[in-house]
């Protein structure tokens, strides 16, 4: 019996005669992603005086199923700039690449300049706006956060569509539901910007992180989180771990179960 792996699920030789493959297609018809299979959830991030905090979970769920615990989906692309990343892991892996032969490209210009975070996010939006002119669209959004080419904290969007969008406060996924009301109560526009402390913008993102965890299902608790300033650049922590959690407020919840009053 033939054990090969060109030979399974093909009738017997011996006892059907011949394999006929004539009538099977040598060639296919072009086909385009039409749905994210393993995804990855909310990417937040706030700017404060000095720069910007950006932070992302570490899963990676085919579907419903939490199947992939150690996906760092934010990229440092050098020190004034870094991406994170949320929708599809596949169409994020391709960014990468991307961006790796963009940052290439750039060490070894003789122009003797590097990109900032503003050129960075105008470069992706034209990726994206290509793809999706294509009726190839990459499926994800991504927040581009650093600093711009006066060195000011610089913090913007792009989706799948090619559609740009700026602010002191981005997320996306559910944290565009559950966390932006809470980054907006820090801060409320680009005036107050100014007001807010490195500290008070990581603990703002660190809390936020703490109720998706509590409330989007396809989330994790353990992170990565970035700061971006001037003196200090890129400072990444990839496996940070939630902390001070409590589930107390789960036994005031009615309406569920066999709870009835």
Not at 39 to 52: E, N, P, Q, R
Not at 175 to 188: F, I, T
Not at 221 to 231: F, K, L, M, P, Q
Request: proline share 4%; hydrophobic share 35%.
């Amino acid at each position: 019996m033939n054990h090969l792996p060109q030979a399974w699920g093909r009738p017997r030789d011996d006892v059907y005669g011949p394999y006929d493959a004539s009538y099977l297609q040598s060639s296919h018809p072009q086909t385009h992603t039409k749905q994210p299979i393993v995804t990855g959830t909310s990417v937040l991030a706030v700017k404060f005086k000095d720069g910007v905090v950006i932070a992302a979970d570490n899963l990676a769920s085919y579907g419903s199923l939490a199947r992939f615990t150690d996906v760092k989906r934010l990229r440092p692309f050098n020190s004034r700039a870094i991406i994170g990343i949320g929708g599809d892991v596949s169409d994020m892996q391709y960014i990468d690449r991307l961006l790796n032969s963009l940052d290439v490209t750039e060490n070894y210009s003789s122009a003797g300049h590097s990109l900032n975070a503003k050129n960075l996010h105008t470069y992706l939006s034209k990726v994206m706006y290509k793809r999706r002119s294509d009726i190839n669209p990459l499926w994800n959004q991504m927040l581009v956060a650093g600093l711009d080419g006066d060195d000011k904290p610089f913090l913007s969007s792009v989706d799948l569509l090619g559609t740009t969008f700026s602010s002191p406060t981005l997320a996306t996924g559910f944290g565009a539901h559950l966390a932006q009301p809470l980054l907006r109560k820090v801060v409320e526009d680009e005036n107050r910007v100014g007001e807010v402390s490195r500290e008070r913008a990581v603990e703002a993102i660190k809390e936020c992180m703490k109720v998706l965890f509590y409330r989007d299902a396809r989330s994790l608790d353990r992170y990565s989180i970035a700061v971006v300033t001037t003196e200090g650049g890129v400072e990444l922590k990839e496996d940070e771990q939630l902390e001070g959690q409590s589930w107390a407020f789960a036994e005031t919840i009615r309406g569920y179960g066999t709870q009835v009053n």
